[in-house]
């Protein structure tokens, strides 16, 4: 078993960290001083009782689980601050060394050459873990002294509601109510304040996040202007954008019994309560798998069978379906309905509308900081192409990849071609292997060859691959390197030799969102600050500033709406006409029909040749 696999992470982290403390004392001696073996000795010698500390601890976490403890004392009015703090930290660092790991894989995708440029991105990752592990625990109560839950189901009310971050408002004079029993959906465009709203409903925009409210919002007899999310985690569930940064633990069986554990459940009954959930959700044959190595959908199952373990009143979910695989989103509708029907006020915000028009809901249109009755109707769409434009010269050439999950083999002897601006959809259920073999296809450790233009892909060294096959991964925010959008796009012009104050990246960014102008702010915002939608179009445009022979995409439409679709649509068929091979993976077959898309099923181990269709 890999380290970071078991129960031992704690101590193979450790161990690590402590042989790095040794020879940073090493470099440090003979940077400042002459060299000599005896030197060498003592540096490592006062290096040791430091790093045996370090060892010690790992030590202990491995063999101790802290977690389980923290929540036994989290109750405690003296311990809710050092508790909490341990929390985090027990839910960040040991996926700290996997961080590294991953961003210098990111590195290498954008092309980058300095191992430096590694460092800001992994501090804010850390830091953006150790957010979001925290915003999970107030969801789930932990720290709490008393867990508000009203006897009977409660309407959620909003009046004149409004919510801002500095000087942008992004709710204003808002509303509306709620009812039990009720299923609404949010609609609106990529960062209208979808998520906002829900999290203003969860209370982590004015407790967590520092959100200015005025106006009133309540749940019942609840004031959730004056009342924190650890209060109210037994009334409501939240099942967010990011499910993976959610996790507190490192197995859906460890995720589920922390969430028991936290809402009071007794030992007596976790167990068989946790056996139950893994039924209900479809998490049996995974359910000792490390969340990590989950694919989207079955990850989204996890944060899902959490938020309803302990039965809420109020279910919130952002964008639920954007991972799910057709056969898991008519199992979540039904899981809804059921819900629905048993009293719960179910609230999600989804671009994806058309599936849930069965439980004929109530719809929502948000817009510049404005809720109203409707349902989003994009401003304008694009024509539809008569059929692609191709020529019968050979770019993509894979013979006998195999791809793996993990450890797991996933599909063996991948063999296909594609030629000049073919687009090619990978489609099957969550988990076969679609975000996988995406990775193989740039991945030259993979056994297997794949040739892009001719060249062994396998024979070029890591950052100059990205020049033939560029990639998006399925957590677009992992390429991000710089701490604005415009120092983002200037960055991607630069490293691929984009001729200086021509902004390609920049015009291609705009055209992926369908704007004529990115307003300042907008330019001064974080990468990762953007919703998710807009976080994948600037990761699309950052690769495609390479003109590569082919461009990978994990999901290409997650977090767009309507129009956004459109316009993502039109952009990855231009780029196919100008050559580029456009290879995507994607549970969204009508954007797959509408670029008519060859589509390849990947299932039960296969790879199955595509069949053209023609819109």
């Not at 508000?148 to 408002?169: K, M």
């Not at 009342?227 to 985690?233: K, S």
């Not at 059929?387 to 770019?395: A, C």
């Not at 056994?447 to 892009?452: M, Q, R, T």
Request: hydrophobic share 45%; charged share 20%; with cysteine.
């Amino acid at each position: 078993m890999l380290p970071g696999r078991s129960r031992w992470t704690p101590l193979w982290v450790s161990l690590s960290f402590a042989g790095f403390f040794i020879a940073l004392r090493i470099i440090y001696r003979l940077l400042f001083g002459s060299f000599s073996w005896t030197a060498v000795g003592q540096a490592a010698l006062l290096a040791l009782p430091f790093a045996a500390v370090i060892i010690a601890c790992g030590l202990l976490s491995s063999l101790i689980d802290f977690r389980k403890l923290l929540i036994s004392l989290s109750g405690l009015k003296y311990s809710r601050s050092v508790g909490t703090a341990l929390m985090i930290a027990l839910a960040s660092f040991p996926t700290l060394l996997a961080q590294v790991k991953k961003i210098n894989t990111y590195r290498t995708l954008r092309g980058i050459s300095s191992r430096f440029a590694v460092v800001v991105p992994v501090l804010e990752h850390t830091v953006e873990k150790s957010v979001a592990a925290a915003a999970a625990m107030e969801l789930k109560g932990f720290a709490s002294q008393e867990q508000l839950r009203e006897a009977t189901p409660s309407p959620i009310t909003f009046d004149e509601y409004s919510l801002s971050f500095g000087n942008h408002t992004v709710l204003n004079n808002v509303s509306v109510s709620f009812a039990p029993g009720t299923v609404t959906v949010l609609t609106g465009a990529t960062g209208s304040g979808k998520t906002s709203l829900l999290e203003s409903i969860a209370g982590l925009s004015q407790h967590f996040h520092a959100g200015i409210a005025t106006g009133t919002l309540s749940l019942g007899s609840v004031d959730r202007l004056h009342v924190p999310p650890r209060d109210t985690a037994k009334l409501i569930g939240f099942v967010p954008q990011n499910v993976r940064l959610s996790f507190t633990a490192s197995t859906a069986r460890e995720e589920l019994e922390y969430t028991l554990r936290l809402h009071g459940e007794t030992k007596e009954i976790i167990p068989s309560r946790i056996e139950e959930l893994l039924g209900i959700y479809g998490l049996c044959d995974y359910a000792d798998v490390p969340v990590d190595m989950l694919s989207a959908g079955q990850a989204t199952r996890v944060a899902l069978a959490s938020a309803l373990a302990t039965s809420p009143h109020i279910l919130l979910l952002d964008e639920p379906l954007a991972d799910l695989d057709s056969a898991s989103v008519s199992e979540l509708i039904d899981i809804l309905d059921h819900l629905r029907a048993a009293g719960m006020t179910i609230v999600l915000s989804e671009h994806h509308t058309s599936a849930l028009e069965s439980l004929d809901p109530r719809w929502l249109v948000l817009e510049a900081g404005k809720v109203t009755e409707g349902k989003f109707v994009p401003a304008s769409s694009f024509p539809a192409r008569t059929f692609p434009l191709t020529s019968s010269d050979q770019v993509l050439a894979v013979n006998g990849l195999e791809v793996t999950h993990g450890e797991k083999k996933v599909l063996s002897d991948v063999t296909f071609t594609a030629r000049t601006g073919e687009i090619i959809a990978l489609t099957g259920a969550n988990g076969v292997g679609k975000t996988s073999l995406l990775t193989a296809l740039s991945n030259t450790q993979s056994a297997g060859v794949v040739e892009v233009l001719g060249t062994d892909l396998s024979t070029l060294p890591a950052t100059q691959k990205v020049s033939r096959i560029a990639a998006v991964p399925e957590e677009a925010s992992w390429l991000f390197m710089t701490e604005s959008l415009a120092e983002e796009l200037e960055y991607a012009d630069k490293i691929a030799g984009v001729p200086a104050n021509t902004g390609l990246t920049k015009l291609t960014f705009r055209s992926l969102l369908s704007r004529d102008v990115l307003s300042p702010e907008l330019l001064r915002t974080h990468p990762r600050d953007l919703s998710a939608g807009t976080q994948r179009a600037l990761a699309i445009a950052l690769q495609l500033s390479w003109k590569p022979g082919v461009i990978t995409i994990d999901e290409p439409t997650r977090g767009l709406d309507p129009h956004s679709r459109s316009a993502m649509a039109e952009v990855l068929r231009c780029v196919a006409e100008t050559g580029t091979v456009v290879v995507f993976a994607t549970h969204d077959g009508e954007f797959a029909r509408s670029l008519h898309a060859q589509i390849f099923t990947v299932a039960e181990g296969t790879l199955i040749h595509p069949e053209q269709v023609n819109a």
